[in-house]
């Protein structure tokens, strides 16, 4: 399977400007694939998604579900596709539903009653933890970065 998901991001706010402008320049994505379950089913979340995305570049909304049949379909074969969730769990669901991604950036995850913060714009809880430890026992490469010019630190360090 050659799929053109040149980069996958976890961000709790999906596509805002700097995703959207400086993410997608830096890794050529021509193609953004949003899976988020309740983004999909939300026709005022999916507008303010549609809205976000840099002219040129082409999006798509998915459930979980309809995501990885949709990237299984070949969504992602015809265009450089930037893969995009809010929450680790979705990249969790898509690697058991038989989606191969490799690297995945954590970009934020924000303030939520309980989670501590790690870093600037990464705030996690024990259920993120445990979801990051899935990942890792898949090994799946997890790193910290919030745009193209910071530093890229590996998440497992950042947690321990």
């Given at each position: 399977?050659?799929?053109?998901?040149?980069?996958?991001?976890?961000?709790?706010?999906?596509?805002?400007g700097q995703v959207a402008?400086?993410?997608?320049?830096?890794?050529?994505?021509?193609?953004?694939?949003?899976?988020?379950?309740?983004?999909?089913g939300d026709e005022t979340?999916?507008?303010?998604?549609?809205?976000?995305?840099?002219?040129?570049?082409?999006?798509?909304?998915?459930?979980?579900?309809?995501?990885?049949?949709?990237?299984?379909?070949?969504?992602?074969?015809?265009?450089?596709?930037?893969?995009?969730?809010?929450?680790?769990?979705?990249?969790?669901?898509?690697?058991?539903?038989?989606?191969?991604?490799?690297?995945?950036?954590?970009?934020?995850?924000?303030?939520?009653?309980?989670?501590?913060?790690?870093?600037?714009?990464?705030?996690?809880?024990?259920?993120?933890?445990?979801?990051?430890?899935?990942?890792?026992?898949?090994?799946a490469t997890l790193f910290?970065?919030?745009?193209?010019?910071?530093?890229?630190?590996?998440?497992?360090?950042?947690?321990?």
């Amino acid at each position: 399977m050659n799929m053109a998901i040149v980069f996958t991001r976890v961000d709790g706010r999906l596509i805002h400007g700097q995703v959207a402008v400086t993410w997608t320049r830096n890794v050529g994505a021509e193609k953004i694939i949003v899976i988020d379950d309740e983004t999909a089913g939300d026709e005022t979340q999916r507008m303010l998604v549609e809205l976000a995305v840099p002219v040129g570049v082409t999006v798509e909304i998915y459930n979980v579900e309809d995501g990885a049949t949709a990237i299984k379909e070949g969504a992602a074969d015809e265009q450089k596709t930037m893969l995009i969730t809010k929450k680790p769990d979705t990249i969790l669901s898509l690697l058991n539903l038989g989606i191969t991604i490799d690297p995945i950036n954590i970009g934020g995850m924000y303030h939520e009653s309980g989670k501590t913060k790690i870093e600037k714009a990464l705030f996690v809880d024990d259920h993120d933890r445990d979801i990051f430890k899935q990942l890792q026992e898949k090994d799946a490469t997890l790193f910290y970065q919030m745009a193209p010019m910071n530093k890229k630190q590996d998440l497992f360090s950042l947690l321990s």
